[in-house]
Each structure stands twice: as structure tokens, then as C-alpha cells.
């Protein structure tokens, strides 16, 4: 079964978030992963967010699937991932999760 990270955030320093971005494209070809959305030139500051229910307001949104929730989460754990998770982490406010899909 496939596995979906979803991460929304806000974007508050797009210099940290453009290097998260240089650098997080190579460590998911190894596990699969295939970008949902927002479109690649869009990742920086991410495409429209229509906000419909609930408390969760981010203003970006990125969804990307993973071939299994193994993969996604070994992907996350990797040491590849862990080195540039820090500019995603100090660039932006928000919340990520990985869930189980079709």
C-alpha cells in the first residue's frame, strides 16, 4: 500500500527553505518517492491553499507518495534526509505527517 507525506507549513525564511529544496530532491529518488504537489518551481513558497475546515491553516502544502509507508519512513530516518531536514525545520513553521493511501 502506498504511503503520502503531507507537510504544510509557512514559510519564514525562503533562503533555508530554497536549500531544503536543493537538497531533499536527491534523497528521495532512493526510495521512490514521486512529488504530488505542489509543481517543482512552486516548491520555495508552494501553490494555492484553499483552507475549508478545521484549526490547520498552513500556507503551503507538498504531498509527496511513497511506493510503501516503509519506504517513506526509512526515507525520513535517512542519514541522506537528517542532513538536510534542519533547513526545512528553521525555514518554516508547520506540521508533517505519512500516511497510508491507495
Given at each position: 500500500?502506498?504511503a503520502y507525506?503531507?507537510?504544510?507549513n509557512?514559510?519564514?525564511?525562503?533562503?533555508?527553505?530554497?536549500?531544503?529544496?536543493?537538497g531533499?530532491?536527491?534523497?528521495?529518488?532512493?526510495?521512490?518517492?514521486?512529488?504530488?504537489?505542489p509543481?517543482?518551481?512552486?516548491?520555495?513558497?508552494?501553490?494555492?491553499?484553499?483552507?475549508?475546515?478545521?484549526?490547520?491553516?498552513?500556507s503551503r502544502?507538498?504531498?509527496?507518495?511513497?511506493?510503501?509507508?516503509?519506504?517513506?519512513?526509512?526515507?525520513?530516518d535517512?542519514?541522506e534526509?537528517?542532513a538536510?531536514?534542519?533547513?526545512?525545520?528553521?525555514g518554516?513553521e508547520?506540521?508533517?505527517?505519512?500516511?497510508e493511501?491507495?
Open positions: 500500500m502506498a507525506l503531507i507537510a504544510g509557512d514559510v519564514t525564511d525562503p533562503e533555508s527553505m530554497q536549500k531544503y529544496i536543493e531533499v530532491g536527491p534523497t528521495l529518488e532512493p526510495y521512490g518517492a514521486e512529488l504530488l504537489a509543481m517543482p518551481e512552486d516548491l520555495v513558497m508552494g501553490g494555492t491553499v484553499v483552507h475549508r475546515e478545521g484549526d490547520f491553516k498552513p502544502v507538498v504531498i509527496v507518495k511513497f511506493p510503501s509507508m516503509e519506504k517513506a519512513q526509512a526515507w525520513y535517512s542519514a534526509y537528517q538536510v531536514v534542519g533547513y526545512r525545520l528553521n518554516s508547520g506540521s508533517l505527517f505519512i500516511a493511501g491507495p
